[in-house]
């Protein structure tokens, strides 16, 4: 038999600390993060003593002066005479600008070269694995580079369109590929245009509305609506009708070749071109092997139980296997966006003005304020990343398996 | 700097133990070597040859001070740096000196606390074209593209003189010479600008150099210098007498070839002060007697070193123009060894 006794009042010694395995990783944790506290201190006390040893000073008063440079892609107001926080600016813009075109391009290349990857054609499948193993195993730098290269040499320069018999000619005459870039029209916007604008806005929300309803309709009766032809003519029809019942309030300004370039319509810049295709192409490559094992993830039982009950192909993938897959796909393709922002600050190689050149290059070049602009740029990624990871979790939290 | 090196070298900017305010003379004795910033790789300037060693105008200053310090003009580390790094090595130590054709401004004299220590070329910013793009000046360049090396005075001087002449321009600022050349023979830019001496530079490496012009406006002052950090003048002074001794020894008809001869032979005080047989020049700055004149035969007076490297005997082929001496109308002119 044994007898029951009052537990030994719990005492706390010091020893405890280090002996029992109830507070040793704590003890452990605490001493960790002491010492990291402490080698930061050391590092930035280092740094603030020699600085002062140098007569130098962390300040920031240069964002205030003139940047004394220009920039060639400016979606801001910007001119030589702007100050360096300006030009800054221009920098974050451009850089969220390429990598917001690049993060949607990228997602489609993936989608697509995953799924394709999947195919029953033994020679889709193969080309599939080629564009990936090639794209994904060598370093985007030298894709950028490459692409910008074959841009510049292999596209006529502004001269071949000039003159009797110019070598090369405008597409449809309001598209010009020179190895400046690509020009096309730019809209004129006429007095009432905003009401086709505004025309335009509502007949996409129509669209969505009427898949809705079809939807809907199908759900509760069984009906099943047509939904391509009808969101086709929802999209166009009333823009078109309400433009020409204004008076065409929208009109087109054609690129025209003055001087040395085109002039006129709206620039697409090679370097731009070059970035977004480079970084597009290289992370679709990994987002395709996301895509790709996401769906292999879906138990093969639910495409086959889907097949069972009548599914077309298509439909199994879009309504059965995708939705399914999306809670495995998401999770990495956070990390990928974020890879294509941080990616885009090679953006220099080919010229490029993102906050890597402007902010981190010109200006701390001809300021010298290296620690102070290098900060500014950790902070801004950070902000960047931290916030594409918080948008991305939220839609990954109302993608994924609900417990109830 | 009291911190220990391990943990010094961890700061993020590399701004290391060792830094300014210490006596570089004795670090570079101790060394044993002289820690040399320089470009990395402009043909004429600074560029490792077939065999790997560093040759170039930029360069011969690195020997001619490690000749004069310590003797042996092969005692250099060089260290090449961009347009984006050279400051911070300098400042934090990484280097003892930069001779990276580095235009002389009052910010970086004064703001970034480096002390420029005289100028090996006077150079100015000019523009490259096509011959058949049929422009003859650089104000009819409205509207043209033009490429521009980052980070450098180039930038800013273009855009000045662009926004002085009311005239508009588009800029591709390109990394590198290398990637500058390739984009200006695509005709992804109209025009290319840098230094006049890299423009001519750069044209020497193209297949048909005839093809290009420079246009006759130079549009800015760009004296090109060697530069130390601010606060030891000592090392200051030895850099900058070191210099003065290339450009005077041209002057006083010194060379490579005769200097022996001259310093037994000669009857100028001047000479052999620098020669150190009379007087004590090279005690007054912590060296030896004979510092000049090792640093004189290293690589040559500063004429030789110029002919041999950018001169119009060379690929570079560039005039002496403002880098002659003062005697023959240009610019050099060195104080008096006294």
Known sequence: MTTLTDPDKESFRLSMLLYDTRYRSITMQVIALGLLVAAFWFLGSNLAANLR??????????L????????????????????NLQAAWVGIINTLLVAFLACITATIFGVIAGVLRLSNNWLVRKLMAVYVEIFRNIPVLIWILIIYTIMTVSTPAPNAFRGETPTSTMFLDAFAFTNRGVYIPAPVWGPGS?????????????????????????????????????SVAIFFLPSILVFFVMGS?????????????????????????????????????????????????????QSEAAAALGLRPGRIMNLVVLPQALRVIIPPLISQYLNITKNSSLAILVGYADITATL???????????????????????????????GMNIYNNSTKLKER | MKKSVIFGALTVAGLTAGAAGAATLDDVKARGKLNC???????GFAAPNANGEW??????????????????????????TTGKTRFTALASGEIDLLARNTTWTFSRDTDLKFDFIGVNYYDGQGFMVPKALGVSSAKDLDGATVCVQTGTTTELNLADFFRANNISYEPVPIETNAEGQQQYLAGACDTYTTDASGLAATRATFETPGDHILLPEIISKEPLGPLVRHGDNDWGDIVRWTLN???AAEELGITSANIEEMTANTTNPEVARMMGTEGDLGKMIGLDAEWSKRAIMAEGNYGEIFAKNIGEETPIGLARGLNAQWTDGGLLYAPPFR
């Open chain 1, 53 to 62: 040893a140098a007569g130098l000073n962390i300040s920031y008063s240069f």
């Open chain 2, 37 to 43: 910033g320089v470009t990395t790789g402009l043909a």
């Open chain 1, 194 to 230: 905003m009401v086709v604008v505004a025309t335009f806005v509502l007949s996409i929300i129509g669209v969505f509305a009427y898949r809705r309803y079809a939807t809907k309709l199908l759900f509760d009766t069984g009906r099943l609506l047509p939904t391509f032809w009808p």
């Open chain 1, 64 to 83: 205030g002066a003139p940047a004394g440079y220009d920039i060639n892609q400016t979606l801001i107001p910007y001119t030589s005479r702007s100050s």
């Open chain 2, 55 to 80: 040759e170039g105008f930029d360069v011969a200053v690195c020997r001619a001070v490690a000749a004069a310090v310590l003797s042996d003009k092969n005692a250099v580390e060089f260290i090449p």
């Open chain 2, 245 to 247: 001794a290339l450009v």
């Open chain 1, 360 to 390: 981190g290059g010109i200006t701390l070049n001809q300021t010298g304020r290296a620690i102070e602009c290098v900060t500014l740029l950790m902070i801004f990624y950070l902000i960047i990343s931290l916030t594409i990871s918080f």
């Open chain 1, 249 to 301: 309030p929208i009109g087109l300004e054609y690129p025209a070749l003055k001087g040395f370039n085109f002039q006129g319509g709206i620039q697409i810049g090679a370097p731009l071109i070059a970035l977004w295709f480079a970084l597009s192409i290289y992370t679709g490559a990994f987002i395709a092997e996301n895509v790709r094992a996401g769906i292999q993830a879906v138990s093969r039982g």
